[in-house]
């Protein structure tokens, strides 16, 4: 079983900065793409951005610039730099891990995780 854990979430004034890290446990052998993605209330959920397992990053629009994906291999974890934050970045973040290839050889297709809330106040 993989599970994904989600932390850095919280609140934080416009223009401030915040990071957020998600680590997947499990026996996992490699995972090909990592990301995040967010849902604010209301609205669908989104991607933020993603990265592959080496190191290519994938933006939205909306937040290039601003915010810099990045991962390590060795801890399965995936990074997400958030600065210049605006008050349309509020929403609960979610980790995502496709392609996850585990010790066994299975493939879990994608994995999930909980999701933690960034609040930005204006």
Known sequence: QVQL????????????SLTLSCTASGSIFIIDRMGWYRQAPGKQRELVADITSGGIPNYADSVKGRFTISRDNAKNTVYLQMS??????????????????????????EVWGQ????????
């Open 5 to 16: 854990v989600e932390s850095g979430g919280g609140l934080v004034q416009a223009g401030g």
């Open 84 to 109: 210049s934050l605006k008050p349309e970045d509020t929403a609960l973040y979610y980790c995502k891990a496709n392609g996850v290839k585990l010790i066994s050889r299975a493939i879990l297709p």
């Open 115 to 122: 999701g933690t809330l960034v609040t930005v106040s204006s």
